[in-house]
């Protein structure tokens, strides 16, 4: 059976760099597809200058790949139409040509989204999109799929069914002002007249495509410790982001699967709640953070907010590798870490007085870890030119390295900057 099937998944808590690395991977590939999460992920490629963000469209379509929507995603009508006019204005042309929308994805309305900023009023950091709400409607078995904008005046009367539903709840549990269901279902039905062209049956394409041997490449959303299942539960999103989702959210098996590339970052970020073993403080966090506005510094992408940052937890990135079948990494953002004199790295947590280095029962085990770290040399050099491993000084070198003997997974690529150039193979 043909290998033809990559896949690349967040390693930590989202952000890794996940976009650029599709990028470049998408350059040998046919297909490009999404099969978890929604708009609460958000990919940003640079590719000369010009600044590409991706919400649910995947990043291959820079390439004019093939892109697909699985049907684990969830996805406002409204922010995808929005999202092909924006490329559009770019020059790049999208089209049912080149993408193709799920019609067993789910759909995410405007009660969706006001169920979200009821439900969290922001304990557990979610982006407020209507993404978690969209996942609990499908469990309950209460979604609108996409399906449903074939037939665009019943897709119409389903959403307006919708929102006066949720308008019951909204007025009499949380005295809110109810939605107007009517023009919502218009400006719906007037999204699925726009969006019918895309609506395919992805399973059955993407079937046809790995059989026929085209290179299809899975495109991750956030990351797998934010796993629904897997992550630091309660704190993680609503979808499977490690290995499972891409065969439950695109509708295919196993059989074709060939590396799993993780995605890792060169030290920790994390947004919103939950735990952080190696999380710093104060200026040490900032100095990982860098400068507001600067490509590749870390502030919430939508809300502006302080990321989280600390060292590197080799622990966490274990765990995700054993969760996901990870085969290589690609190290992003090692620039970030230029003239620091020191580095730590944590390679295993200690809990009670032993060293551990499994992860295993959830977010409250988290809280009391404690990280072990090694130190390791910083460089003083500018490593945003190097286009090899040997244009690395010695210290990054041994950084890399370093990495990989702890992990036992070779680290397939690093990048250096937020361009498309400044990222390159080592082996
Ligand atoms: P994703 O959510 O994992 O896809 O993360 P993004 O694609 O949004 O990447 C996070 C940010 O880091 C973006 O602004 C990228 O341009 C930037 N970035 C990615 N790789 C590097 C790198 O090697 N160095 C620097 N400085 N920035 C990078």
Redesign the pocket.
């Known amino acids: 059976m043909t290998k033809n099937l990559d896949v690349i998944l967040?390693a930590q808590w989202?952000?890794?760099?996940?976009?650029?690395?599709?990028d470049a991977a998408s350059e040998e590939a046919d297909v490009v597809a999404r099969f978890g999460g929604g708009a609460n992920?958000?990919?940003?490629?640079?590719v000369g200058g010009k600044?590409y963000?991706t919400h649910l469209i995947p990043?291959g379509i820079i390439r004019d790949k093939i892109c697909m929507l699985g049907n684990g995603m969830v996805i406002d009508p409204r922010t995808l139409l929005q999202e092909i006019q924006e490329f559009a204005s770019q020059g790049l042309v999208v089209w049912p040509k080149n993408l193709l929308l799920s019609s067993g994805a789910h759909i995410i309305t405007p009660a969706h989204i006001l169920l979200d900023k009821i439900a969290s009023q922001g304990k557990l950091g979610t982006t407020g999109r209507g993404i978690g709400p969209a996942y609990e409607a499908k469990a309950r078995r209460v979604g609108l799929r996409v399906m449903l904008m074939k037939n665009p005046p019943a897709f119409r009367e389903a959403v307006r069914k919708h929102i006066s539903d949720c308008n019951e709840f909204f007025v009499r549990m949380h005295g809110v002002d109810a939605l107007d269901a009517d023009a919502i279902a218009q400006e719906y039905f007037e999204c699925a007249e726009h969006l019918l062209p895309y609506i395919k049956d992805v399973s059955r394409l993407l079937y046809g495509y790995l059989r026929s041997g085209f290179k299809v490449l899975a495109e991750g959303?956030?990351?797998a410790l934010i796993d629904v299942d897997h992550g630091t539960y309660p704190f993680v999103t609503s979808s499977t982001t490690t290995i499972g989702g891409v065969f439950s959210g695109l509708g295919i098996g196993a059989e074709h699967l060939g590396r799993v590339i993780g995605?890792v970052?060169?030290f920790q970020t994390r947004v919103g709640n939950g735990p952080m073993p190696t999380e710093l403080f104060g200026e040490q966090a900032a100095r990982l953070r860098?400068v507001k506005g600067?490509?590749?510094?870390e502030y919430g992408?939508t809300t502006g907010r302080d990321r989280r940052c600390g060292w590197l937890d080799l622990a966490a990135l274990q765990y995700a590798i054993r969760v996901n079948g990870i085969s290589e990494l690609a190290l992003?953002?090692?620039?970030?870490l230029s003239s620091l004199k020191n580095i730590k790295i944590c390679t295993a947590y200690e809990l009670n007085g032993s060293s551990c280095s499994v992860i295993s029962d959830g977010a409250d085990d988290w809280g009391i870890f404690r990280p072990l770290y090694e130190d390791v040399v910083g460089w003083d050099t500018d490593v945003?030119q190097a286009r090899s491993l040997r244009d690395l000084p010695g210290a990054a070198r041994f950084y890399v390295g370093r990495i990989e003997q702890l992990v036992g997974v070779r680290v397939r690529s690093?990048?250096?900057?937020?361009e498309r150039e400044?990222?390159f193979s080592i082996y």
């Not at 600067?294 to 510094?297: A, F, K, L, Q, V």
């Not at 992003?332 to 970030?336: A, F, R």
């Not at 690093?414 to 937020?418: A, R």
């Open positions: 967040g989202g952000d890794e760099g996940k976009g650029r690395v599709v992920a958000g990919h940003t490629i640079w600044k963000v990043s959303a956030q990351g995605v970052k060169a860098g600067d490509p590749g510094s992408a992003t953002k090692l620039d970030v945003s690093v990048s250096v900057g937020p400044q990222m």
